[in-house]
């Protein structure tokens, strides 16, 4: 049987949600490929509460003082050891800015591939990993040689929130890292401005774009926003144009998101916004032009006039809330 490591990214002990995603798909991989399952996790003496519950064979704590602040080549060193101790088929994980500074350079200290900023895989015989290329127009398949390979999973590729239940041993290994030179440094950690929308985490977002005309007019969508109780999204030109910060828009350029429910409003959908919205589970798009983009990858669709269909759907959802 072979064995299969995610890499669980974690700070303070609270586990990134695009480690939770990656290890959907590494459950999903593991039962399909009758493969053992284990999360790998650095600096930390007991395991994150999350994975406590989940299904996962073992966690395999890598406890080294070195490792409870990041540090790129202490990162490497430390996960070297551990495929060297474990021998997995596959490491796997979310294609985090963490990924990818350290994952490039530990593949080609292994000289072994890496796939990253995966959307998928298929399964046939073989993997074929999936991720797109052209900024998302055109999807790649990626086959890799026999041996380890290294993937890396896209934000929202997966969902975190269906994670199979279970109830996984822990094991501790020890490494040894007096050896490590460190070349270079980490400086202080990125604080977010006061304010700053975290939308990788919202379940409903109402996003806006150009279709809206002027900023006086937001209000629409600020209203359907708030009988939703969602967050507001935007996409490019809405930012460009001064009337949403930069923090709200959606898109290569912008957040990627994964939401439950992601309502457009007046977004033609344009590949650049698509990338950072189109693995939301139900896409709701409402634009005037039949032939807009974003219908292409909506559930459903109205074509009308936004601003006679928007305040009558915000209308309705209050009447059906009783707010």
């Known amino acids: 049987m072979g064995k299969i490591l995610t890499f669980i990214q974690h700070q303070d002990g609270q586990v990134s949600r695009n480690s939770l995603e990656a ?41 080294a003082s070195e490792l409870k602040e990041y540090t790129q080549e202490q990162y490497i060193a430390a996960m070297n050891a551990v495929i060297a101790a474990e021998s997995p088929e596959l490491l796997l994980a979310g294609h985090t800015y963490q990924a990818r500074d350290w994952l490039p350079r530990l ?66 290994l020890s490494v040894d890292l007096s050896g490590v030179t460190l070349h270079v440094r980490p400086g202080d950690r990125f604080q977010e401005g006061k304010g700053t929308v975290d939308l990788s985490h919202a379940e409903r977002i109402v996003s806006v774009g150009r279709g809206i005309g002027d900023a006086d007019n937001l209000h629409l969508v600020r209203d359907l926003a708030a009988a939703l109780d969602a967050e507001l999204g935007s996409s490019r030109p809405v930012v460009d144009y001064g009337w949403l910060d930069h923090d709200r828009q959606v898109g290569s350029s912008g957040q990627t998101v994964s939401a439950k429910l992601y309502l457009s409003v007046g977004i033609s959908g344009a590949i650049q916004h698509q990338v950072g919205m189109k693995n939301s589970g139900c896409i709701v798009a409402i634009n005037k032009d039949a032939n807009a983009p974003i219908f292409e990858i909506a559930d459903y669709g109205i074509v009308a006039d936004l601003f006679e269909i928007v305040p009558r759907l915000t209308a309705a959802i209050k009447e059906h809330r009783g707010t």
Do not use: M
């Open 23 to 63: 290890l959907k798909a590494a459950q999903e991989l593991a039962t399909a490929l009758s493969h053992s399952l284990a999360g790998v996790v650095f600096g930390l003496e007991s395991p994150p509460e999350q994975l406590t519950g989940l299904k996962l064979d073992e966690v395999l704590l890598v406890p």
């Open 107 to 172: 593949a080609s200290r292994l000289e072994r591939p890496l796939v990253s900023d995966c959307v998928g895989y298929q399964l046939d015989g073989q993997i074929t990993w999936v991720r797109q290329i052209f900024q998302g127009k055109i999807n790649a398949d990626v086959q890799t040689t026999p041996g380890l390979a290294i993937v890396s999973f896209q934000s929202g590729a997966f969902r975190s929130d269906d994670l199979e239940p279970g109830s996984p041993t822990v094991r501790t």
